[in-house]
């Protein structure tokens, strides 16, 4: 006999900085069109992203800010939930799952906790926070994570039961992801691209959980091949020892280092080539924006790349932390065009095959329904 599910009314949704990304603008959409009321919370106070009215979203971060206390931000939550009266709680983020797990308790609301990350704390945090990722992880109502991945690092490596993990890979807007002929040459002409130049880009956050500095090394070699190759960089985060190292290495001819941009999906279909040399990701957007604007694309074998990517069809997959691998590649794709034409073209019709928002939506309705008490 199966158990009826109480209908979800209201999700109200804590993140530790900025919600002002695709995923949290495609799950409002997807709420709104299933008649779910939808709250957003960041902790740190940032920008209210300008797509919230469109989906009659709900927001709640006016009290909040990055200077106020962990006590203080838990009370300021308890007190939207009084307001708002959510069905259930969903939190991301390493603060947001905290303060989301606190308020959740204290008010008795379920809270499903949703990990972005998979082991970055054990490559650059401390026990403590390794610590509490496994509380929280364990003592949320369940956990949510973007791949497969992520969920044999909960089960394996943290001890977080199989029952209380659910996958749901991100779904995207491909709508967004369409940029026009005018978007990619402006972005051609803003970054300097010409067709004399072997155009690369990188797009990921300024942190050596990125493996940027993998990938100049590997430029470093390039340049004896391939003279007039470049490099732009760009992202959020401080990017100044990216610097002392492009100078170490007498490539500032060669390479652009530049903040983030609101034009990446266009930035990537007006480059060559884009490398994504990443060491820590549960599930990295970037790569299902680069195949699916027809970017040449090369990525780290880490994580849930080989759950996005088909490799040698629809980009490359190389060794995370080896440069040469990096470099190799870029030569073999440079010396087989048709290859690289090929994976420009199969990349887009495989990303918008799997990763819809349709679907993510449809999951993540499914798996709070379960729930709600």
Request: glycine share 6%.
């Amino acid at each position: 006999m199966s158990v009826k599910m109480k209908p979800l009314r209201r999700v109200l949704m804590i993140f530790s900085n900025s919600y002002d990304g695709a995923y949290p603008r495609d799950l409002a959409h997807g709420f709104f069109d299933a008649g779910i009321e939808i709250g957003f919370i960041s902790l740190s106070k940032a920008a209210v992203p300008q797509w919230i009215n469109n989906h009659s979203a709900k927001e709640f971060s006016a009290s909040f800010g990055a200077d106020i206390s962990l006590a203080r931000k838990v009370l300021r939550t308890i007190s939207v939930i009084r307001e708002f009266k959510p069905d259930i709680i969903q939190a991301h983020l390493f603060l947001g799952g905290i303060v989301g797990l606190i308020a959740g308790k204290i008010m008795g609301i379920p809270v499903i906790h949703t990990r972005h990350h998979i082991d970055e704390h054990y490559q650059s945090g401390t026990f403590v926070h390794r610590w509490i990722d496994r509380v929280v992880a364990k003592r949320s109502n369940h956990v949510v994570v973007c791949s497969t991945a992520a969920e044999r690092w909960l089960i394996d490596v943290e001890g977080v039961k199989e029952k209380h993990v659910t996958v749901i890979n991100q779904g995207f807007d491909f709508s967004y992801l369409s940029p026009s002929v005018e978007a990619i040459e402006k972005a051609k002409l803003d970054l300097g691209f010409s067709e004399e130049r072997l155009n690369i880009v990188c797009v990921a956050r300024y942190s050596k959980a990125k493996g940027q500095n993998y990938l100049l090394l590997a430029l470093a070699e390039l340049v004896k091949t391939i003279p007039n190759i470049s490099l732009t960089l760009m992202g959020p985060g401080e990017s100044q020892w990216l610097v002392k190292l492009v100078g170490e290495l007498g490539l500032e001819q060669n390479v652009l280092i530049l903040p983030s941009r609101d034009d990446v999906p266009a930035c990537i279909a007006a480059a060559d080539m884009t490398i994504h040399p990443s060491l820590a990701d549960s599930f990295s957007q970037l790569v299902i924006e680069a195949q699916a604007v027809g970017g040449l694309l090369i990525s780290s074998d880490i994580a849930a790349v080989r759950e996005q990517i088909i490799d040698g069809v629809t980009g490359v997959i190389v060794r995370p932390r080896d440069s040469q691998a990096i470099a190799n590649t870029v030569l073999y794709l440079v010396n087989n065009p048709d290859i690289a034409l090929s994976m420009r073209k199969n990349g887009p019709l495989h990303v918008r095959e799997k990763f819809t928002w349709q679907r993510m939506v449809d999951e993540e309705i499914t798996c709070l329904s379960r729930y709600v008490v």
